[in-house]
C-alpha cells in the first residue's frame, strides 16, 4: 500500500472504523530503529503509515503524558479520562463493543431494559441497507454520548483549573507522536499488517452486501 496516495481524511476516517482493540506493540519493536526521511514524499507516507500502525501506543502515550500532569489534580485525571472516552466513541470499533458490554452488564440485573438499549433496526431495501449504517450506544445515537461526556470533560476542565496544564500536556504528547511517527522506520511487519486489515475491511464490505 502506497500511503502517500492517502489522504488525511481517509486516514482519520480508517481510525475511525479500525479496530482499537488490538494491544500496543512490543516495547523493543516501538523503539526499534529509526532514520531520517529522504524526502517529504517519504516522511508523508511514512508518518501516516507509522500513526495507523502504532495508533494504540501513540495513545497509550498521550494518556501517560497526561497522567504526569494532573498527578497533583485528581479532578483533572477524571476530566483527561473523560475527555479520552468522548474521543474513543468516534471510532465505530469502540462504541459497538461498549454498547455490547454494557448490555450485557445490564441484562444480567434488569433483562427488561436490557431489551430497551437495543439499536434500532435498519430498514433493508433489496439486501441492502436503505441508508447508511448509524451507530448507537447503548439505543442512544452516538452523538448524544459524545456531547453528554464532551459537556461534562469541559465542566470537570473548568472545575479542576487545569485547561493550561491540559494544553501543555497534550502539545508535549502530540509532538512525541509526531516525531516518533516521523523518525521510526516503518518495517515489514506493518506492511503486512497494513495488507491484512486491508483486506478484512474488503471482505466485511463484501460480506454486507
Request: charged share 20%; with cysteine; proline share 6%.
Amino acid at each position: 500500500m502506497d500511503w502517500g496516495t492517502v489522504s488525511t481524511e481517509d486516514l482519520i476516517e480508517a481510525l475511525k472504523e479500525v479496530e482499537w482493540s488490538s494491544p500496543p506493540r512490543p516495547f523493543n519493536e516501538f523503539f526499534s530503529k529509526f532514520t531520517l526521511p529522504r524526502s517529504t514524499n517519504k516522511w508523508n507516507s511514512r508518518l501516516k503509515c507509522n500513526l495507523y500502525y502504532y495508533r494504540t501506543n501513540y495513545f497509550l502515550m498521550v494518556m501517560f503524558i497526561l497522567g504526569l500532569g494532573f498527578l497533583r489534580r485528581p479532578l483533572a485525571i477524571v476530566a483527561a479520562m473523560s475527555t479520552a472516552l468522548t474521543i474513543a466513541f468516534l471510532n465505530d470499533s469502540f462504541a459497538g463493543t461498549f454498547s455490547e458490554k454494557v448490555t450485557r452488564t445490564v441484562r444480567r440485573f434488569s433483562p427488561h431494559l436490557a431489551a430497551k438499549m437495543r439499536p434500532p433496526l435498519m430498514p433493508v431495501l433489496r439486501g441492502r441497507p436503505s441508508s447508511k449504517r448509524a451507530i448507537y450506544i447503548c439505543g442512544r445515537p452516538r452523538w448524544q454520548f459524545v456531547l453528554m461526556f464532551s459537556t461534562a470533560s469541559l465542566i470537570l476542565w473548568f472545575v479542576s483549573c487545569g485547561l493550561l496544564t491540559l494544553l501543555w500536556a497534550l502539545a508535549i504528547g502530540l509532538l512525541a507522536t509526531i516525531m516518533h511517527a516521523s523518525f521510526r522506520t516503518p518495517n515489514l511487519k506493518a506492511r503486512l499488517n497494513t495488507f491484512r486489515e486491508e483486506f478484512r475491511a474488503v471482505w466485511r464490505n463484501y460480506s454486507d452486501i
